[in-house]
């Protein structure tokens, strides 16, 4: 990172540094909302946040912005503290903005008793119709010159409860003409008699985000707030709010979020994929969650390389889903070892009408050709192999160098063989080929002086191992669809999912998820990149696809 020149945020950081502003201190949060598993987004906002203070020598806070108790949860907690202890990152403090509610509401009765809030009876409706619109000024309620008496009565019995959801509001009393929407007379509080997954029903009036992610940023003494672009309108009013408070000064410092294609991001959109179905859960390895990320193969090295390449811009962009791909592609060509797997419904089973029945040799195969120090595993070798029926063809065209009638092949690490005949059945459809080996084209000690083009991979009949594999594609159709006209969910992809039988390498039969060696990652060659899935027991293997071997989106 030293070669790479400092981003805007980093530039803020230092002249606040160099302008001896905080003493030199750098405090960052990461503040998820629990109403959802984290995504790809939080990841780059997390990256940032907890990067910015390893760079600097400062702390990040985690806290939970639960002040919405109607969407929020204990499970989506848990999930978000996991996927971040996942992603190699470590926090100074575990807060929620929850603890911070009896503060807030005493800062709510100072800023009454500055004669800066007001509570106001007016319905959601006419406080919308009092907003005016962005270029006409909006109009004062009716409410709003309450004595300073009576909106601390008529707030103290707010939160005593004495009203139902909706009866009324506390409103900053800003300015109704401002060209800023955001400085309308905006909510402070409103009425909600929910049950808060941690505060039970001690409060029956909540606060809005404005009036609770600036003053809780300042009750931890956060340096630097990075947000997304969209909360740029809202600083003004996070500055007004902390300057009328008197209280920690923190920046907020706003920069663009990440925007995938071929996926959603909202976390409301991922709900309604899971609740309605169109995946298998939040973890559903199609999804964009870290969770399904992790289930998909995807390592954290990977996901945080993908987070520096991106880097951080003050423009919104779009981000080629194929960066991604790439991260995670370069990784696991660097620590996977190549073993061989038979991806098909119906292999085609060959067999070696010249080799000894009932032999077994065992052939020494490379794991990585990319280790330092290359090992190799043992890998049994039989009289009947299946290979995939795509590597035969009955009428090959030219230059077809996998198997044909009359062609010949490399086994990879075992031998060269030659198709003498094709069985079919009375459907004619293909049941076995009949081949002979080459005994001096053995891999390693070759002297056939056989030249063939073509290598394919194949498994022992008697020695494979049996396998469920999933192999995924993209879950929407098309680039942004939440972009395009309609529903989101009009462009998801029906066949982002296809599960197909596999024969496997024994070596692969004890292959568990996220087990030592390399998180059960595995190349499978010519085929891409897999992993062992959860679903996994010991007498049902199934993996899934992390990533193809090449780009096959190049456009
Ligand atoms: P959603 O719209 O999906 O509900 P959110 O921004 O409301 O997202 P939060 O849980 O509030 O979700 O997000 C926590 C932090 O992660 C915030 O600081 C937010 O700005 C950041 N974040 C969320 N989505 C992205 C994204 N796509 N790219 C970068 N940062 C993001
Ligand atoms: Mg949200
Ligand atoms: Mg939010």
Request: hydrophobic content about 35%; charged content about 30%; aromatic content about 10%.
């Amino acid at each position: 990172s030293s070669e790479r020149s400092l981003n805007f945020i980093e530039q803020i950081v230092e002249e606040d540094i160099a302008n001896g502003k905080n003493e030199g201190r750098v405090h960052t949060r990461f503040p998820p909302e629990p109403n959802g598993y984290l995504h790809i987004g939080h990841a780059k906002s997390i990256c940032l946040n907890f990067g910015l203070a390893d760079e600097y020598g400062g702390k990040t806070n985690l806290r939970f912005d639960d002040t919405n108790p109607t969407t929020e949860d204990t499970e989506y907690v848990e999930s978000i503290k996991a996927d971040v202890r996942w992603l190699g990152f470590d926090w100074e403090n575990e807060l929620y903005a929850s603890d911070y509610f009896d503060q807030l509401y005493d800062f709510a009765e100072t800023m009454i008793q500055k004669g800066l809030a007001y509570v106001d009876d007016s319905t959601s409706e006419e406080i919308a119709a009092q907003k005016g619109t962005p270029t006409e000024p909006g109009t004062n309620s009716p409410y709003r010159d309450r004595s300073i008496e009576e909106n601390l009565d008529l707030f103290r019995r707010m939160k005593a409860g004495e009203f139902p959801d909706g009866a009324k509001v506390l409103r900053a009393k800003i300015d109704m003409t401002s060209p800023n929407m955001h400085f309308r007379d905006p909510i402070m509080y409103r009425i909600k008699h929910a049950h808060h997954h941690r505060t039970g029903d001690k409060w029956c009036i909540y606060p809005m985000y404005d009036f609770a992610h600036g003053q809780s940023d300042s009750i931890e003494h956060i340096t630097h707030s990075l947000c997304t672009l969209e909360f740029v309108v809202h600083r003004p009013l996070y500055d007004w709010f902390i300057d009328k408070l008197a209280i920690f000064p923190s920046r907020q410092i706003e920069f663009a979020r990440l925007n995938l294609t071929y996926t959603v991001m909202s976390k409301r959109k991922l709900l309604q994929l899971v609740n309605e179905g169109h995946v298998n859960g939040w973890d559903d390895p199609r999804m964009p969650t870290i969770s399904g990320l992790r289930r998909r193969g995807y390592t954290p090295a990977s996901i945080r390389d993908f987070c520096d390449r991106i880097g951080v811009a003050r423009r919104e962009n779009m981000i080629d889903v194929g960066l991604l791909e790439f991260c995670i592609r370069e990784e696991l060509n660097k620590t996977t070892d190549r073993v061989m797997a038979v991806i098909d419904e119906k292999p085609l089973k060959v067999v070696l009408t010249n080799y000894p029945e009932g032999q077994t040799e065992i052939m020494k195969i490379e794991n990585n050709p990319e280790d330092e120090y290359v090992t190799e595993r043992d890998v049994p070798f039989s009289r009947e192999v299946y290979i995939e029926r795509d590597d035969f063809m009955e009428n090959p065209p030219k230059k077809y160098f996998r198997l044909f009638p009359g062609g010949m092949v490399r086994l990879k690490g075992a031998y060269i063989i030659k198709c003498d005949e094709v069985v079919k059945d009375d459907a004619g459809e293909i049941t076995e080929l009949r081949c002979t080996y080459i005994p001096e084209s053995r891999s390693g000690s070759d002297t056939s002086g056989i030249n063939v083009k073509g290598t394919i991979h194949w498994v022992s009949v008697p020695h494979a191992v049996e396998a469920e594999v999933r192999l995924y594609d993209r879950l929407f159709t098309v680039e942004d669809p939440s972009g395009e006209e309609g529903d989101f969910k009009d462009f998801i992809n029906p066949d982002s999912l296809q599960v197909v039988r596999a024969f496997v390498e024994p070596s692969l039969a004890h292959a568990q998820h996220g087990n030592a060696l390399h998180g059960g990652r595995f190349q499978f060659m010519r085929k891409g990149y897999f992993c062992v899935d959860p679903d996994s027991t010991e007498g049902k293997l199934v993996f899934n696809r992390t990533v193809t071997l090449k780009d096959t989106w190049a456009k």
